[in-house]
């Protein structure tokens, strides 16, 4: 029987730190945070409980509405653009024998750069005389105004986000791909199948469940925007890249409605919760 409970134990011994970890600035914020969306709390510390007011007004708040508009055209945009960066890099990667390493680095280069230096970089490449209007120039396209039009912003921004957050994502499924036993690829080759047919017959079916974790992982990543857009557009023009977090950021620290603040969070968890739960549902059923 001691020898039967020891392992157990032990497991727990080792995970504690961590779940310690997780309860603290998990678990507990977010339990703060329903519990806060149902007060008044304001900059001053005081508060009175109001209940599912603060849920209604969010209802009726048009500023809502067009954030969570805004937020689901990013992410339609965002999540497909990265993944399909991550996946051509990752298998162009695993293709490369002489330095990939060094490849490999400069690749992963753009997600360890600040987000805020990244986004003054490609606030200067959109503007009228930055770097793609003077190629467009060279063309006689005439200049395009990235982030003063309202239909242009949104995928702007997704290419900036892609461009620093794919290196990430490309190293999750390079992995994926080195766990492929080159037996497989070598006898599909063997039997006369060609590259396309070897990437959709092999490659792609053993890479689903890392091209699951990356689907979640950057849907959720899509949701939580700010950095890009705070640097670049503050939420404009016209809000057309006001976002859910952009909107919980001006709630919370620029008028100083805490509690109003919490339940835009309390909305956006429920919202990426959901979304996780339909991708689980009929994407990665199988693969978890």
Request: with cysteine; net charge positive.
């Amino acid at each position: 029987m001691r020898h039967r409970l020891r392992d157990p134990v032990t497991g727990l011994l080792f995970v504690l730190p961590m779940l310690v970890l997780f309860l603290i600035f998990r678990i507990f914020p977010t339990l703060g945070a329903a519990g806060m969306s149902l007060t008044n709390w304001n900059i001053g510390g005081e508060w009175s409980f109001i209940g599912a007011d603060n849920y209604t007004r969010l209802v009726n708040d048009p500023n809502f509405w067009s954030s969570l508009r805004a937020t689901m055209v990013y992410t339609v945009i965002y999540v497909p653009l990265v993944m399909a960066v991550s996946l051509g890099t990752a298998l162009l990667l695993n293709s490369i024998v002489f330095l990939r390493g060094l490849f490999r680095g400069m690749l992963f280069l753009p997600y360890v750069t600040s987000f805020v230096f990244a986004g003054i970089i490609w606030r200067w490449i959109y503007e009228f005389d930055g770097l793609i209007n003077g190629v467009l120039a060279k063309l006689d396209l005439g200049p395009v105004a990235f982030m003063e039009r309202a239909e242009l912003v949104l995928p702007a921004l997704a290419l900036v986000s892609c461009w620093k957050g794919f290196g990430y994502s490309m190293l999750i499924l390079l992995a994926g791909l080195k766990a492929i036993p080159g037996s497989y690829l070598e006898a599909a080759k063997v039997d006369g199948a060609g590259p396309w047919q070897r990437f959709r017959g092999i490659t792609l079916p053993l890479l689903k469940p890392a091209l699951f974790f990356v689907l979640v992982i950057e849907t959720i990543a899509s949701f939580q925007v700010f950095d890009t857009i705070y640097v670049m557009t503050g939420g404009g023009p016209a809000k057309a890249s006001y976002t859910l977090i952009y909107g919980i950021f001006e709630r919370g620290f620029r008028f100083w409605e805490f509690g109003y603040a919490a339940t835009w969070g309390m909305v956006l968890f429920a919202v990426v919760l959901v979304v996780s739960l339909i991708q689980r549902r009929f994407v990665g059923k199988e693969n978890t």
